[in-house]
């Protein structure tokens, strides 16, 4: 079956850069009809949409993160991986990839989740 | 953006009893809402998309409703493992957005 694994450093300090990366089994990234999508939830519990990619190479941020994310696909590892520049705490949170289907249109896959703290 | 306004925030139910969790959406999605499941610990868990429709392999006793701006899930004879978080999530337009979550305590 399909499954998403994410993986990267549990600790960044702040002003760096947050890198993940979501390894896909089951599936390949670069079939059609879904998206590949990098979601994150705060210690509250809110759940906050960065942004997705298409098998074309397209994508969509959250204009609210638009400015400092950064998704795109690594064909060659059947990896998705996520760049968050300059970042603070309010970025602490736990970070999901997750599959977007074009049928059901809903996150119909997820990954476990990986938590990222940012402190000096 | 969409703001999506789940009640209750939390509620309290028993075995047997039948649950609805309403979401409330800033301004019309047709009916592009889904809902999910979360354990915690665990990731969110699809149960219905398209405001209706039941995810394969969701129990039937979970059904959703709505189109527009407001929406439903119930849960009819609640079971134990019922206990969880769900949130609503529109899909309608970017950036999607969540529901703040209702926590459902058995």
């Given amino acids: ?120 | 953006d969409i703001q999506m306004t789940q009640s209750p925030s939390s509620v309290s139910a028993s075995v047997g009893d039948k649950v609805t969790i309403t979401c409330r959406a800033s301004r019309a999605i047709d009916r592009w809402l889904v809902w999910y499941q979360q354990k915690p610990g665990k990731a969110p868990k699809l149960l219905i998309y398209t405001s209706s429709i039941l995810q394969s392999g969701v129990p039937s006793r979970f059904s959703g409703s709505g189109s527009g701006t407001d929406f439903t899930l119930t849960i009819s004879s609640l079971q134990a493992d019922d206990s969880a978080t769900y949130y609503c999530q529109q899909g309608d337009s970017f950036p999607y957005t969540f529901g703040q979550g209702t926590k459902l305590e058995i």
């Fill in chain 1, 1 to 120: 079956q399909v499954q998403l694994q994410e993986s990267g450093p549990g600790l960044v300090k702040p002003s760096q850069t947050l890198s993940l990366t979501c390894t896909v089994s089951g599936a390949s990234i670069t079939s059609g009809n879904y998206y590949w999508n990098w979601i994150r939830q705060t210690a509250g519990k809110e759940l906050e949409w960065i942004g997705r990619i298409y098998t074309t190479g397209t994508t969509n941020y959250n204009p609210s993160l638009k400015s400092r994310v950064t998704i795109s696909p690594d064909a060659s590892k059947n990896q998705v991986s996520l760049k968050l520049t300059s970042v603070s705490a309010a970025d602490t949170a736990v970070y999901y990839c997750a599959r977007l289907s074009v049928v059901e249109y809903a996150f119909d896959i997820w990954g476990q989740g990986t938590m990222v703290t940012v402190s000096s």
